[in-house]
């Protein structure tokens, strides 16, 4: 059974997220350069301009791979698109997580960027559409933490409970026998030793 590949699809969707791109391009391009104004909180100007930012770039990316399975597809080369077709599914690094980072209210252009994003976010699989909602509706910029060690007790928490939930809670295995130890030592060897 061969795969098949939506050109269709994929054109559509890197049509929508290059408008996107644009939108987030010009209006990264409004905000003043960097500065070491001493205030680096979320929404300050120098965070606003690094969401930005991140928003154009992770926009570009997605532009990017998915042209890049449009040009396999179109060359004939069905194995490469059809890899590069999963790799344009991925989620759009710093599409909507930019925001964290910026000043409420967004601009008008962020808004329609990420409402366009939105449009195509099935897409991109589960959850994008969830987090650009998110997003839109944040009334305040909440990254960097304002406060590094309650973060940081926060993520330690976290990748606890995270442990504790992965921890098998039936009885352990024996000891391997000797027998299953060799096998799986012969499973381990790569197929070009095991054939000579």
């Known amino acids: 059974m061969t795969q098949t590949i939506d050109l269709e699809e994929l054109a559509f969707v890197a049509a929508v997220m290059e408008r996107a791109h644009r939108l987030l391009d ?43 399975a449009i040009g396999y597809a179109c060359a004939g080369l069905h194995a490469h698109a059809l890899g590069a077709t999963k790799h344009a599914h991925a989620v759009p690094r710093g599409v909507p997580g930019g925001t964290d980072r910026m000043a409420r209210p967004l601009t008008s252009g962020t808004i329609e960027a990420l409402k366009l994003v939105r449009q195509v976010s099935d897409f991109f699989g589960e959850g994008l559409r969830e987090t650009i909602d998110k997003a839109l509706a944040a009334p305040t910029a909440t990254w960097p933490p304002a406060d590094w060690s309650d973060y940081d007790e926060e993520r330690m928490k976290s990748a606890a409970a995270v442990a504790a939930s992965a921890t098998p809670t039936g009885p352990r295995p024996s000891a391997a026998s000797p027998a299953s130890a060799a096998v799986s030592t012969s499973s381990t060897v790569p197929a070009q030793q095991q054939a000579g």
């Open 26 to 68: 010009a209006e990264e391009k409004k905000l003043p350069p960097r500065s070491a104004d001493g205030n680096d909180g979320p929404g300050s100007p120098r965070q606003t301009l690094l969401g930005a930012g991140e928003l154009t770039r992770g926009a570009d990316d997605a532009v990017r791979r998915i042209a890049l």
